[in-house]
T-cell receptor
Framework: DSGVTQTPKHLITATGQRVTLRCSPR?????VYWYQQSLDQGLQFLIQ???????AKGNILERFSAQQFPDLHSELNLSSLELGDSALYFC???????????FGNGTRLTVT | EDKVVQSPLSLVVHEGDTVTLNCSYE??????LLWYKQEKKAPTFLFML????IEKKSGRLSSILDKKELFSILNITATQTGDSAVYLC????????????FGQGTTLQVKP
């Protein structure tokens, strides 16, 4: 168990809908990262927060947004969902930028 | 653009065999290279390498980095069926964001 908690484990929703994925980092970790993993793309970096502030952005779609709250948990919001957004979404945390990332078990999103 | 390439993409061996997984990279301002093992859920951290030529070892697994030639290898000796997994190579570079760029992974299947 990495200590990173993601909810929900599974999510099934329809095209056009909006969902929120939640992540609680390991105790003491200030950085939170979001990754998308699909069969043909591997693990793709979406966005990183450090102590409440956005630190780095990957190829995150404009329909997606995230934030990190004062208690350091993070949420990833996905809106106007399309079939192609179906994937496994991982959250990871690290103590400091540059230290190893520790991953949660992911949220499997299925868009029908 | 930062890039991480792993080879082979998949590998089937028998218990007791030794395997070598490869990872080459192109990244701006290289900081570190990490190996992860992914079974059904979260990638789990194996090694982090920052210095060239220094082998990291954990049990039957070992890894080494060559910063001049921009590659790393992960060796697994005396493979067991429990080693069956996807092995991911990731590279951290540029500034202090801590984000990692992942390769496509090598799927290893160890047959009894």
């Amino acid at each position: 168990d990495s200590g990173v908690t993601q909810t929900p484990k599974h999510l099934i929703t329809a095209t056009g809908q909006r969902v929120t994925l939640r992540c609680s980092p390991r105790s003491g970790d200030l950085s939170v990262y979001w990754y998308q993993q699909s069969l043909d793309q591997g693990l793709q970096f979406l966005i990183q927060y450090y102590n409440g502030e956005e630190r780095a952005k990957g190829n995150i779609l404009e329909r997606f947004s995230a934030q990190q709250f004062p208690d350091l948990h993070s949420e990833l919001n996905l809106s106007s969902l399309e079939l192609g957004d179906s994937a496994l979404y991982f959250c990871a945390s690290s103590q400091t930028p540059g230290s190893p990332l520790h991953f949660g078990n992911g949220t499997r999103l299925t868009v029908t | 653009e930062d890039k991480v390439v792993q080879s082979p993409l998949s590998l089937v061996v028998h218990e007791g065999d030794t395997v070598t997984l490869n990872c080459s990279y192109e990244v701006t301002n290289f900081r570190s290279l990490l190996w992860y093992k992914q079974e059904k859920k979260a990638p789990t951290f194996l090694f982090m390498l920052t210095s060239s030529g220094i082998e990291k070892k954990s049990g039957r697994l070992s890894s080494i980095l060559d910063k001049k030639e921009l590659f790393s290898i992960l060796n697994i000796t005396a493979t067991q069926t429990g080693d069956s997994a996807v092995y991911l190579c990731a590279v951290g570079g540029s500034s202090n964001t801590g984000k990692l760029i992942f390769g496509q992974g090598t799927t290893l299947q160890v047959k009894p």
